[in-house]
């Protein structure tokens, strides 16, 4: 029966056209692909294809007509054995576009005004058990005794990165693991971010569980669009199918005198994006114990480290299969003044302020996040409600930052317990400096941090 | 290195040739309805067709064992049809409906099938050759002998990451077929104006890959070509560059007015090199199968694809719930 050709749709945005051009006449015959007509749309000319074998039977829509809507009938197709006497326009059958309906906006996300807040279940068990072994280990040693432990569990586990293998670490973080595990498992590559990066992910798809380790964060900017559209997307863009169980770590921040390229704070950046998990450790249990979970996460996790942690010791416990669990906080120090939240190396700036704040009379609650997505965002909340108060402290840039975040979700889940604004500390909005002395004001400080919580303790 | 003439053209018997020609037949009739369907506002945003370069898939899927991987940019749909994906879920992803590859959530773009080891259907140029290379590593680690074939055009041959993948591809001997589909434009701009070196698969030359130009408008050359990269992987020699030499008839995405080329070049193509065309050709002049033999397949292409449409189009969007899935995986997905 006879067919309506419509007008069709010719870019992602095209409502209506121009007939420009007919390049076939009524009782043209026509088959699939050849050019029917030509069509102006709000990009460029575009020509109009034949899908249908047929005979033009009548042209509906002249040519040089402008406005012409998507899906109006511009011409009637006839099949073999049918003439023009056969057209009814009305019951010629229109070839139906269902144009799905707009997806319904889910409210889910959408906070009630005037809601009342209850305090937040938070999980505090201790990390280890009263009464466990500890030893002082640096954090050097604690990851790689992480990566190390689960590398003997798991056969599928390997780490790839530049100098990891022969040169024991640009950073001697995988010492002597060349000679456990062998060339095979511990892969010096060539200095080709981008590249090991993309094939760390597609081993990963492939059924291995990669570490793929950066000398520093700021070289994986060579390699982001693997980290962000291969790994974190593709469970989603595949409905759940194949994703990218990996591992991306090395340091990340400032470490001392390396310039404004080496020197770049990621932890806000990676912590916006859905797919992946983002760990930034302070202490060395956590290095050791968020590296196993990490290694284990079915998912895409970013490790970021710090250089000057490296070399610092901590207690770690002595137990066989030592893990952290993403999204626990860990609370360092009860206090009932003023909540300061941190993470990674921002850790030291909180203890030292809460130190000297202690000699004044503040007892300052001190929070370490550990890992920033998931982020353990009820700890931050219950303390709030007790203290009133919040500072964060971090070494990244200040416009949105982790501390904006932190800062935004107090105030949606919190804002009638707060009795001062939240302040962020934060880096200086600046390239990172070489010269000694700019470098140390470019960086957050303890007396900054120090500064905020008597601004928000109104001391 | 001297350059190399394709391999020899196998012996082929009328049931593959038959085959050959079906499966490029599906290939073009389906991206004909989706070209139609996109028309109708059914397929949104990009969508872009494979016509013309049929030979190409269907040639290599034809030197392809079980267990072999695939993995290409976002001109896929050949692909998955190629390596036998259903072509109702590949139609309902691209009408975006809960009956599609990615439940509506990929798009043309981003589609996968872990079953038949087809890894995507990437938006990004030639990020999928590391991505290739991985798989490959992958299977290297694992000590298995499977082949995987990375599919790139020749506007992702000059993206920077394209070396690094060969550079580690060949000092790893890793088995992967690096195919180049050079179908001559990359998206408006010709290969005359976007390199002087416009011999792709010399290139490898550099980091010691060996490779050789095929003609992608001839099935047989393009399965021959094929079996003999794959032996070499399997051997334990790769990786292996193919560039196959192609067309791709209509517009880079639906949305290109293709002012870059003459309607008399594309034309000719259709007209003289068409690799449907030729494999007819093959099949009537050498008594073969007969026009009413080919009339059957015609016919069976026509209902496979109208299902397709109609599946499409009568499968319901996802449940908005879907939004919130498949963001974080709670346990490792396993290898088929």
Not at chain 1, 29 to 50: C, L
Not at chain 1, 324 to 329: D, E, I, Y
């Amino acid at each position: 029966m006879a067919v309506e050709i419509l007008m069709p749709a010719l870019s992602p945005t095209m409502e209506e056209g121009t007939l420009a051009k007919w390049l076939v006449k009524e009782g043209d015959t026509v088959s699939s692909g050849d050019i029917m007509a030509e069509i102006e749309t709000d990009k460029a000319t575009m020509e109009f294809e034949a899908v249908d074998e047929g005979t033009i039977g009548k042209i509906l829509i002249e040519e040089g007509t402008e406005g012409v809507k998507v899906n109006t009938a511009i011409a009637v197709l006839l099949e073999d054995g049918e003439s023009a006497d056969d057209i009814d326009t009305a019951a010629a059958k229109p070839a139906s576009a269902p144009v799905p309906a707009d997806r319904e906006q889910s409210s889910e996300t959408a906070p009630a005004a005037g809601m009342s807040h209850p305090e937040p279940e938070v999980d505090t068990s201790p990390d280890w058990p009263d009464g466990t072994t500890l030893k002082q280990q640096t954090v050097r040693e604690a990851l790689r005794d992480g990566m190390a432990e689960e590398m003997r569990r798991d056969d599928s586990v390997f780490l790839m990165g530049e100098e990891v293998a022969e040169y024991q670490g640009a950073y001697k973080i995988s010492q002597g693991m060349l000679d456990e595990f062998g060339s095979k498992r511990v892969i010096d590559t060539p200095i080709t971010e981008h590249g090991f990066a993309g094939m760390g992910v597609g081993a990963a798809f492939g059924g291995l569980r990669p570490i793929v380790e950066f000398m520093t964060f700021n070289f994986a900017m060579q390699a982001i669009d693997q980290i962000i559209n291969s790994a974190a997307k593709t469970l989603y863009m595949s409905g759940g199918q194949m994703g990218a169980p990996m591992v991306f770590r090395g340091p990340n921040g400032a470490a001392a005198r390396v310039g404004a390229q080496h020197s770049q704070d990621y932890a806000a950046w990676y912590m916006q994006v859905p797919g992946l998990k983002v760990a930034m450790p302070y202490s060395a249990s956590d290095y050791k114990g968020l590296m196993k979970t990490a290694i284990r996460d079915p998912n895409p996790v970013i490790f970021l480290e710090n250089e000057i942690l490296y070399g610092r010791s901590f207690d770690v416990p002595e137990l066989d299969d030592y893990t952290v669990p993403f999204g626990k906080a860990r609370i360092w120090r009860e206090g009932e003044d003023v909540t300061i939240v941190s993470f990674g190396i921002g850790m030291s700036y909180a203890f030292a302020a809460a130190d000297k704040l202690a000699e004044d009379g503040i007892s300052a609650e001190v929070i370490d996040l550990r890992t920033l997505r998931p982020m353990d965002t009820g700890a931050i909340l219950k303390s709030v409600m007790k203290t009133n108060r919040c500072v964060t402290v971090e070494e990244g840039w200040p416009q949105g930052s982790v501390g904006n975040y932190i800062s935004s979700v107090i105030m949606q889940e919190a804002f009638d317990y707060l009795d001062a604004p939240v302040i962020n500390c934060t880096g200086k909005d600046v390239p990172m400096p070489y010269a000694a002395n700019l470098e140390k004001l470019a960086l957050v400080t303890t007396d900054e941090v120090i500064e905020a919580v008597k601004q928000v303790t109104y001391k | 290195m001297a350059p190399r003439k394709s391999a020899k053209k196998p012996n082929v018997s009328a049931d593959e040739l038959k085959a050959y020609y079906r499966d490029m037949l599906l290939i073009r009739r389906f991206e004909e309805k989706a070209g139609q369907l996109y028309g109708m506002g059914l397929i949104g945003g990009f969508c872009h067709l494979y016509i013309g370069q049929e030979a190409v898939v269907v040639g290599l899927e034809a030197a392809a064992e079980e267990g072999d991987k695939r993995i290409t940019s976002y001109r896929d749909h050949g692909h998955m049809l190629a390596c036998g994906m259903d072509p109702n879920g590949v139609m309902a992803e691209l009408t975006g409906r809960e009956g599609g590859y990615s439940k509506g959530k990929g798009g043309s773009m981003h589609m996968f099938s872990k079953e038949k080891h087809f890894y995507g259907g990437h938006g990004i140029v030639a990020a999928q050759v590391p991505l290739g290379a991985g798989l490959a590593f992958a299977d290297k680690y694992k000590g298995n002998d499977r082949v995987t074939f990375t599919y790139f055009g020749d506007g992702a041959a000059n993206q920077g990451q394209v070396y690094e993948a060969y550079n580690m591809a060949e000092l790893w001997n890793l088995p992967v077929v690096f195919v180049i589909e050079n179908n001559q434009y990359a998206m408006g701009t010709s290969t005359k104006r976007s390199t002087h070196s416009p011999s792709y698969w010399e290139r490898g030359a550099a980091y010691g890959i060996k490779g050789e130009e095929v003609d992608g408008m001839d099935v047989l050359a393009v399965k021959a070509a094929g079996q003999k990269a794959v032996e070499v992987c399997r051997a334990g020699e790769g990786p292996y560059i193919l560039e196959i030499k192609t067309y791709r008839y209509r517009g880079h995405s639906m949305s290109d007015p293709a002012k870059y080329r003459t309607r008399e070049e594309v034309q000719k193509m259709r007209d003289e090199r068409d690799p449907i065309e030729a494999v007819r050709s093959m099949l009537l002049t050498g008594k073969h199968a007969s026009e009413e033999d080919l009339k059957a397949i015609d016919k069976e292409i026509k209902d496979i694809v109208n299902e397709s449409a109609e599946f499409a189009k009568t499968s319901p969007e996802p449940a908005v719930e879907e939004l919130w899935t498949d963001i974080y995986a709670t346990e490792v997905p396993q290898e088929a």
